[in-house]
């Protein structure tokens, strides 16, 4: 039973372009949305990262929009550039002391230069 | 770098053995999670240990064990392999329980089985 659906699996984007990543997730117990960021031979490292109760947030040039009612939140990355290519996990918690992440299945992401 | 170490970084292993991945949390972590990241499945969740007490368990097979020692390092054990078991197995740490508190994860054990 996959809780986290990613999409799209590949994304290929200009340089100076907006990456945009969706996920949805139906638990609704879940309490804290980290995305991870992840380069090849690397682990996954986090990004930036979201609570239920606020419906967006900005770090640089990376914002997460959170839609609690529809249970979907999307990584948007501005002025996308070479060195962001990468793979990008969203993510969900659990509450109740469940810090497990159940992760999403990746997209990867190419910036054409 | 995480502040997360993990070896050995590459295991080569033959299906019926068993081996040990090491796991060293960053400095002050008192929690460590151990994730197994496949083609097909993705990233899982196997297990968690808090200041050396089993936490959370996940999709981990009765295969595999893990353990957190008095020094917080942790080790994951994995017996009677097999082909399906080649994959990344990640640890990653936290300062505690709950919270906004990230998971730093270390660069992974690539374990292959032949």
């Known amino acids: 039973q996959q809780q986290v659906k990613q999409s799209p699996q590949s994304l290929i984007v200009q340089k100076g372009g907006i990456s945009i990543i969706n996920c949805a997730y139906e638990n609704t117990a879940f309490d804290y949305f980290p995305w991870y960021q992840q380069f090849p031979g690397k682990g996954p490292a986090l990004l930036i990262a979201i609570r239920p109760d606020v419906s967006e947030k900005k770090e640089g040039r990376f914002t997460i929009s959170f839609n609690k009612s529809a249970k979907q939140f999307s990584l948007h990355i501005m002025d996308s550039q070479p060195g962001d290519s990468a793979t990008y996990f969203c993510a969900a918690r659990g509450q109740g002391g469940s810090e497990k992440l159940v992760f999403g299945k990746g997209t990867k992401l190419t910036v054409n230069p | 770098d995480s502040g997360v170490t993990q070896t050995p970084k590459h295991l080569i292993t033959a299906t019926g053995q068993r081996v040990t991945l090491r796991c060293s949390p960053r400095s002050g972590d008192l929690s460590v999670y151990w994730y197994q990241q496949s083609l097909d499945q993705g990233l899982q969740f196997l297990i968690q240990?808090?200041?050396?007490?089993e936490r959370a368990k996940g999709n981990i097979l009765e295969r595999f064990s893990a353990q957190q020692f008095p020094d917080l390092h942790s080790e994951l054990n994995l017996s009677s392999l097999e082909l399906g078991d080649s994959a990344l197995y990640f640890c990653?740490?936290?300062w505690g329980q709950g919270g906004d508190q990230p998971q730093h994860f270390g660069d992974g054990t690539r374990l292959s089985i032949l």
């Open positions: 990653a740490s936290s």
């Open positions: 240990y808090y200041n050396g007490e």
